[in-house]
């Protein structure tokens, strides 16, 4: 009897607990594998437990933008409401972030880099991430200080601001003391803040500083105009660590310069419809047949053999 309530703890444990553990795999496990070991465990795999943290930043790469629409439209809806943290660059579209927004009632961490987002959805939809206390919105181009300052009136809580930008990407702007200004004037409890390589000027920076009181680090690589006097920083601001404004070494690769052409080991994910799991009864659990049927959405993976991966995000950054 013993031995027999050991070969079934692992299918009996409490949903909650199969999430925590299943957070642990990849989407690709999680999506595809984890729903044939069992029903408790497929019915956790599509529930909220295992979509309160979503990062689909490795799995975004190389993406066609469809798909990544599909895909975490698909994720977040699994999440029913208690989604905590989101990671996935190239948001391709303004109404992919407003969805995004209509599901934040729980979220604190947003990470959203390279996407192509503009101010004007920002603005309408800022009102939704209240609950944000960290935000990435490195190399999203098509925002600038409106969009910092919704974010800065609307996110109390925010704490951690990521503003990274690629130094050819702000080549041609003259100057960003706005979004500097929008950040001094509403992120007054900013306690991490990056800005590497944005066009800001010494007085920009001052402001921030002076302003936002509880800042403990702010990144400053490639602002190459900021002169800021260390004595005046150890004196005043003697909890203020700042990082730059000179840079020692090149520019850092990231994964879009590091794309690989080859596409011999290339996995792609598709969505298929109108394929069952031929080795359950479907005479046996109704509703498990429902919850888990392969037309909402399910996910193969295939070899792309000699075919040719096409990017739609620039290569750099």
Known sequence: MEEESRQHCWEELIPDALGLIFRKLSIEDILTKIPRV????????AGPYCWQEIDIEEWSHRRQPEHLDRMLKMLIQRSAGSLRKLCVPGIPNDPLFAFIADHAGS???LK???S???NSIVEQVAAKLCTITFLDVSYCKKIGAPALEAIGKHCKCLIGLQRSMHPLEVADKLCQDDEAHAIATTMLKLKHLEMPYLRLTTDAVLEIISSCRELEFMDLRGCFDVKLDEKFLKEKFSGLKVLGPLVE???ERNDWEDYDSDTSSYLAWDFIADEAYDYYDESS?????????LEELELRF?????QAVEVDWPLSP
């Open 107 to 109: 979220l604190q961490t």
């Open 38 to 45: 069992c029903k408790s465990w497929g019915r956790a795999a």
């Open 116 to 118: 192509e987002i503009s």
């Open 302 to 306: 295939y070899e792309g053999y000699g």
């Open 249 to 251: 070494d090149c520019y």
């Open 112 to 114: 959203l880099p390279r």
């Open 285 to 293: 659990d109704a509703a498990w047949d429902d919850e888990q049927r």
